[in-house]
Nanobody, 119 residues
Framework: QVQLVESGGGLVQPGGSLRLSCAAA????????MGWYRQAPGKQREFVARIISGGSINYADSVKGRFTISRDNAKNTVYLQMNSLKPEDTAAYYC?????????????WGQGTQVTVSS
């Protein structure tokens, strides 16, 4: 099992930046694919970015060129650097972890951190 704790959310003006962090505990962090999802009020949770244990990265089209995901295996932490934020980026952001080679897949989630983009 792995426990995930997000931090770094807050209120930011359009065009601003935030960096989210997700600290993991309880398992071998380097084995996990780590990702970020978000959920706006009244909408389904959606994929934002993913970084696999080998380092490959995927982004949702809506955040490409603005968001950067990274991981520090020595600190058991994954980051999401968010630049050029837009009001439509407002959502609760959730950290996700799973082991790609495990079947059935088991996902772990953090409690979420709120990001509000508003002037």
């Amino acid at each position: 099992q792995v426990q995930l704790v997000e931090s770094g959310g807050g209120l930011v003006q359009p065009g601003g930046s935030l960096r989210l962090s997700c600290a993991a505990a309880g398992s071998i962090f380097s084995m996990y694919t780590m990702g970020w999802y978000r959920q706006a009020p009244g909408k389904q949770r959606e994929f934002v970015a993913r970084i696999i244990s080998g380092g490959s990265i995927n982004y949702a089209d809506s955040v490409k060129g603005r968001f950067t995901i990274s991981r520090d295996n020595a600190k058991n932490t994954v980051y999401l650097q968010m630049n050029s934020l837009k009001p439509e980026d407002t959502a609760a952001y959730y950290c996700n972890a799973y082991i790609a080679s495990m079947y059935p897949r088991r996902d772990y989630w953090g409690q979420g951190t709120q990001v509000t983009v508003s002037s």
